[in-house]
T-cell receptor, first 115, second 115 residues
Framework: KQEVTQIPAALSVPEGENLVLNCSFT??????LQWFRQDPGKGLTSLLL?????REQTSGRLNASLDKSSGRSTLYIAASQPGDSATYLC??????????????FGSGTRLQVQP | GAGVSQSPSNKVTEKGKDVELRCDPI?????LYWYRQRLGQGLEFLIY????????KSGLPSDRFSAERTGESVSTLTIQRTQQEDSAVYLC?????????????FGPGTRLTVL
C-alpha cells in the first residue's frame, strides 16, 4: 500500500528565506506527483504536477523535483513571503491501482512565514 | 470560469442524524472525486465517478456512506446515522477526463461536525 510522508510537519521561517519541503513515498510505481497548497476554508490549489517521466517542474518562485527511484520529491520556495503561509500537501497517483484514479496524500507541512 | 463549488460550507449535526453534502464540479469535467480530511491528517479517498461508468466506491469507510452523481454534473455524498468519527472536512474534486495525467481541481470543502 502506497504511503506518503511529509517532513517537517510544521515550519516557521522569517520572510525572505529560501526553504525546502520534503515528501517521500513508499512505492515508486506512480503516474505523477502533485504539490498542493491548502488555505483555511479555501480547499486545495494545485501548485505543480510532475509526471513520472519528468525530473522537475518550475512555476515562479516554486520548483519541485522528483526522484522516483528513491521515492522522494522536494518543493523549493525561493524568497519566501508572508503570503506563502499555508499547508503544503504532496500527493501521488499510484500506478498499480488501475481501477482507481484517486490521489494518495501526505499529511502536509504547515508553513508560517514571519514578516 | 467557475471552479468546483461545495455546499454547505459548514454543517453541524447531532449523532445519529443523516447529512447530505453537495458538489458542483467544473463544467465539462467528466471525473469527480470525494475525499475526507480528518483534523491534522492528509486526504483519504472515498469515491470516484467517471462519466456513466460504475463508480469506484472502494474508499467508502462503511455502508453508512453513499454517493450519487447525475450524469456529469452535481454529486451528493450522504452519510447516514452520523457518528462523531465522521467529523471531518469533506472535499470534492473534478478533472477533465479522469486520465492518470489529469490535474484534479478541488472545491473549498464542507466542514462536518458531529456532536
Amino acid at each position: 500500500k502506497q504511503e506518503v510522508t511529509q517532513i517537517p510537519a510544521a515550519l516557521s521561517v522569517p520572510e525572505g528565506e529560501n526553504l525546502v519541503l520534503n515528501c517521500s513515498f513508499t512505492d515508486s510505481a506512480i503516474y505523477n506527483l502533485q504539490w498542493f497548497r491548502q488555505d483555511p476554508g479555501k480547499g486545495l490549489t494545485s501548485l505543480l504536477l510532475i509526471q513520472s517521466s519528468q525530473r522537475e517542474q518550475t512555476s515562479g518562485r516554486l520548483n519541485a523535483s522528483l526522484d522516483k527511484s528513491s521515492g522522494r520529491s522536494t518543493l523549493y520556495i525561493a524568497a519566501s513571503q508572508p503570503g506563502d503561509s499555508a499547508t503544503y500537501l504532496c500527493a501521488v497517483r499510484p500506478r498499480g491501482d488501475t481501477g482507481r484514479r484517486a490521489l494518495t496524500f501526505g499529511s502536509g507541512t504547515r508553513l508560517q512565514v514571519q514578516p | 470560469g467557475a471552479g468546483v463549488s461545495q455546499s454547505p460550507s459548514n454543517k453541524v449535526t447531532e449523532k445519529g442524524k443523516d447529512v447530505e453534502l453537495r458538489c458542483d464540479p467544473i463544467s465539462g469535467h467528466t471525473a469527480l472525486y470525494w475525499y475526507r480530511q480528518r483534523l491534522g491528517q492528509g486526504l483519504e479517498f472515498l469515491i470516484y465517478f467517471q462519466g456513466n461508468s460504475a463508480p469506484d466506491k472502494s474508499g467508502l469507510p462503511s455502508d453508512r456512506f453513499s454517493a450519487e452523481r447525475t450524469g456529469e454534473s452535481v454529486s451528493t455524498l450522504t452519510i447516514q446515522r452520523t457518528q462523531q468519527e465522521d467529523s471531518a472536512v469533506y472535499l470534492c474534486a473534478s478533472s477533465l477526463s479522469g486520465s492518470f495525467t489529469d490535474t484534479q481541481y478541488f472545491g473549498p470543502g464542507t466542514r462536518l461536525t458531529v456532536l
